[in-house]
């Protein structure tokens, strides 16, 4: 009996500590429009790759960037849903991106290559 009560505080404490991050995208995006820093727009009407990004975004580890400094952002990226509505985020060359007060370490591909 003292070994269950063990067991069940050890699980209790792990499902504690797990990063549990909501999603900072919900519905379905339709179109996805990237404006690189060379000045070229990118449109994708891709599902497969537009719910991969999506789901990079609401799933990859998340930092808020209140103490960050960035010197340049590189692509500014939207999100469309079928209703019309936008999110809008910054895509770097590396993957990453910055949304809604959130570092997200993502693995983005990068569709402004040069």
Known sequence: MKRMSLYC????????CSQF???LLNGEMVKLT???KEGE????????????????????????????E???FEHLSTLENNE???KSFNLFSNGKI??????????IDNFCEE
């Open 98 to 107: 910055t949304m809604a007060g959130y570092y997200i370490h993502s693995n």
């Open 41 to 68: 727009i990118i449109e994708i009407e891709n599902e497969k790759t537009i719910n991969k990004v999506v789901r990079e975004i609401n799933e990859s580890k998340r930092e808020g960037t209140q103490e960050m």
């Open 9 to 16: 505080l050890c699980i209790l404490f792990l499902c504690s």
């Open 34 to 36: 990237i404006k690189c």
């Open 84 to 86: 019309g509505e936008t």
């Open 21 to 23: 991050n909501e999603s």
């Open 70 to 72: 960035f010197d340049d």
